[in-house]
């Protein structure tokens, strides 16, 4: 096959012939030259978060707060200071950071039978989707969620706890 000049490879990468009739190096050249990445000129801004400040904002028990959000996902701190109730998610994981205490996260194995793991400050634990589960703390404990925006805090149940709008602390 003939080789052909960088116009060549500019008129494919602009779409203007057939990409089955190249070879491998022009292949790379013209998707290289289709998908090359430049990134908007923009002033980037990060902002910190204090953890301990923001939960000090937080009075009420098992009400998430919405700290930050990546990728589709939400970072939410709770406080928790008794039990919460049984419920599972059905499409979404999530994953308990204990910041500050310690409790008890209550689930139940394929044959219902029920088991606990004590997740301690700087532990964390991922409940699956689909697995039924109940937090627990005998005392006030400081939690940081991390799960898809979907995620609602009482999964398959609706009660007095859900909370389908989530306020940002």
């Not at 308990?96 to 689930?107: A, I, P, S, T």
Request: aromatic share 10%.
């Amino acid at each position: 096959m003939a080789r052909r000049s960088i116009s060549n490879v500019q008129s494919h990468a602009a779409g203007n012939h057939n990409f089955d009739s190249c070879d491998f190096r022009q292949r790379t050249l013209i998707l290289k030259k289709r998908f090359q990445y430049q990134p908007a000129p923009r002033k980037i801004v990060l902002h910190k978060i204090n953890v301990a400040e923001k939960f000090s904002k937080i009075s009420d028990y098992y009400k998430p707060h919405i700290a930050g959000e990546l990728n589709g996902q939400m970072v939410k701190l709770v406080k928790a200071n008794t039990e919460f109730v049984w419920h599972h998610h059905d499409r979404e994981d999530e994953m308990f950071l204990v910041v500050k205490g310690r409790f008890r996260m209550d689930f139940k194995d394929a044959d219902a039978r029920e088991h606990q793991e004590w997740i301690e400050t700087g532990e964390f634990i991922i409940v699956p989707r689909g697995v039924e589960h109940r937090p627990v703390a005998e005392e006030e404990c400081w939690i940081m969620l991390f799960e898809p925006a979907s995620t609602l805090n009482t999964g398959n149940v609706i009660n007095e706890r859900t909370q389908p709008h989530l306020e940002r602390v």
